[in-house]
């Protein structure tokens, strides 16, 4: 599982307006004010703020060193009756694949089945009974810009390929990486992380972005001269199940990572 720093500077680099495709629709007037639940795997990829359920299955896919795919599966579940109490749960699958925990954070790293739909079945504890499914994203991957081969040039902007997501939009942001931008030319002294504001697009496989996606954000600074940047093309979709006046939140997605070196 990645670390904590890592969920940190994504957080940051992705409070995000909604956009990729969702199955919610606006449900009945709640009768509960709602909590935020305390653990998503995505991070501020939400399009919802108070929910009494979160329910996640993702993805991450990203290339290693030496230019091969590497998957990591990761479903959580959380839930709570009030913003300061959790709730706890009897059983909860996803595709009949079990998750373990307890009331903080329901877990599990294995593979879910790959299927259409994502069933969700939970309840029992402090829950109701829920079966719902949410449809799969198809996974895919970037094939432009070049994991570390390609570098793009700053005043032209950036151009991303990708595979086929099954989704009608995708949600895309960079990261400069000043780690390993160190690592590969030592005479780069620039050490502040910074992040482009995530944008969502239609999901082309085919994305123009302007120069401006590396100016920087309302949290950081314009971009280097020059490095190595993570690109991150996320594909998700949302469903919303209302249940005496309360709603849970079930999710499936992949977030792609790739990096190349930028230069003026």
């Not at 620039?190 to 401006?212: I, K």
């Not at 991150?232 to 499936?252: D, E, P, Q, T």
């Amino acid at each position: 599982m990645e670390t904590f720093r890592t969920y940190v500077l994504i957080f940051c680099a992705a409070l995000l307006v909604a956009g990729c495709d969702s199955d919610s629709t606006t449900g009945p007037q709640l009768t509960s004010p709602g909590c935020i639940p305390a653990y998503s795997i995505w991070l501020g990829v939400a399009d919802f703020t108070m929910v009494h359920g979160l329910c996640e299955s993702a993805l991450i896919r990203r290339m290693t060193p030496d230019n091969a795919w590497v998957d990591q599966h990761i479903t959580t579940a959380n839930f709570c009756i009030t913003e300061d109490k959790a709730a706890s749960a009897e059983y909860i699958s996803v595709n009949n694949v079990q998750l373990d925990g307890d009331s903080s954070l329901y877990l599990s790293i294995d593979p879910i089945p790959q299927r259409d739909y994502h069933v969700w079945s939970f309840g029992g504890g402090d829950l109701p009974e829920v079966h719902d499914s949410v449809k799969a994203t198809k996974e895919f991957t970037i094939t432009s810009p070049r994991h570390l081969q390609d570098t793009i040039s700053k005043a032209q902007g950036l151009r991303i390929k990708y595979d086929p997501t099954g989704t009608e939009s995708v949600q895309v942001y960079i990261a400069y990486d000043p780690d390993l931008s160190r690592e590969y030319d030592p005479t780069i002294k620039d050490s502040t992380f910074t992040a482009s504001f995530p944008v969502t697009v239609a999901s082309t496989g085919n994305s123009l972005f302007t120069p401006a996606i590396f100016g920087g954000s309302q949290f950081y600074t314009a971009f280097p001269k020059r490095g190595i940047a993570s690109l991150y093309v996320i594909a998700y979709r949302n469903k919303s199940v209302f249940i005496n006046g309360k709603v849970y939140v079930l999710r499936v997605g992949e977030r792609c990572e790739s990096k190349f070196f930028f230069k003026p």
